[in-house]
């Protein structure tokens, strides 16, 4: 690099890999007790003859999918970055949230159609077996809320299973409801309006994660990150005179960074003082930020005039 051109980098992900690594073997454990009473409701919506409870099953295999892709996008974001692939494949478990997305979505619009069409000719269900069903359905469902509780606030991968998991309980909630009303009243029209509650469930808690992975591969600057304030903090830094192209996106769940082009002070361009402002830097954008992987080009005044246009 030419004079005045300097780069500084942190390079610190989260530890043992990305946000998501560390939750692997909840992921497993999830993945088999979903396994597990999607079979066992699907058993027993047949014998039932329950709409309610199909759709959790059907809702139940779209986990097992879900959080089988979150698995193997964890296997695939922990190999070694290359130098065709800088950043390895940690992007594979955002790739793995937006597969979730859109695989709730179909869920969510087939089960309304379904609940709609059983509104038309509302078969006999049988409330007692449905009653069984769901509450092992229930049980199972909390088990799994409970492994992936802490995750879902560090990973998207992760939060994806969890609302599946936590749509999956409200579901089987509702088709406790439902058969409890045909039980005591007979009115058989209760099931496909759990199924319908339970199509409803699944579309707002989805579009949302939706907007938040979207926004992860649109590079948007992460939801806890103030870019002002990041660049007023940059800019109250001893020999900082003035901040440009800065840049801040997320790789993937735990892994932000950042870039900016940092105009300095003369006296800052030597060794001593180049040293000590990428200190600075980066000591203030990791204890007030938690942005760890930094990259600076330290530049004297005016040299921005001379860069093509290229940073704004």
């Not at 690099?1 to 043992?16: I, K, L, R, V």
């Not at 069984?132 to 994806?160: C, K, P, Y």
Request: with cysteine; charged share 15%; glycine share 10%.
């Amino acid at each position: 690099m030419g004079a005045g051109h300097s780069h500084g980098h942190t390079h610190a992900g989260p530890p043992g890999g990305t946000a998501t690594a560390a939750y692997r073997g909840r992921l497993r454990i999830a993945l088999s007790i979903t396994l597990s009473v999607m079979v066992i409701e699907i058993v027993g919506g047949i014998l039932s003859d329950s709409l309610a409870l199909l759709a959790d099953a059907a809702h139940m295999a779209t986990d097992a999918v879900g959080l089988a892709m979150a698995l193997l996008a964890i296997h695939f974001a922990g190999r070694p970055a290359d130098t065709k692939r800088t950043f390895g494949f940690a992007r594979a478990e955002i790739l793995a949230a937006l597969a979730n997305c859109l695989l709730l979505l179909g869920v969510g619009g087939f089960l309304l159609y379904e609940a709609i069409d059983r509104f038309v000719s509302p078969p006999e269900t049988k409330s007692g077996l449905t009653i069984v069903f769901a509450l092992i359905g229930m049980l199972a469902n909390l088990i799994s809320l409970s492994l992936l509780m802490r995750g879902q606030r560090e990973s998207l991968n992760v939060r994806g299973a969890y609302l599946e998991v936590l749509a999956d309980t409200l579901g089987s909630f509702a088709v406790l409801v439902s058969a409890g009303i045909i039980m005591t009243t007979g009115w058989q029209t209760a099931d496909p309006i759990a199924g319908l509650v339970i199509g409803l469930m699944i579309v707002p808690r989805t579009l949302k994660l939706l907007r938040e992975t979207l926004d992860v591969l649109l590079e948007a600057a992460p939801k806890n990150v103030d870019m002002g304030e990041v660049r007023a903090h940059m800019l109250a830094l001893p020999g900082v005179a003035d901040v440009h192209d800065l840049h801040v996106w997320t790789i993937t769940s735990g892994m932000p960074v950042l870039s900016a082009h940092v105009v300095v002070d003369q006296s800052a361009l030597d060794a001593a003082g180049h040293e000590q402002m990428l200190h600075d830097l980066q000591g203030c954008l990791g204890h007030h930020f938690d942005v760890e992987h930094c990259t600076f080009q330290l530049e004297p005044r005016g040299h921005a005039e001379h860069e093509a246009g290229l940073c704004h």
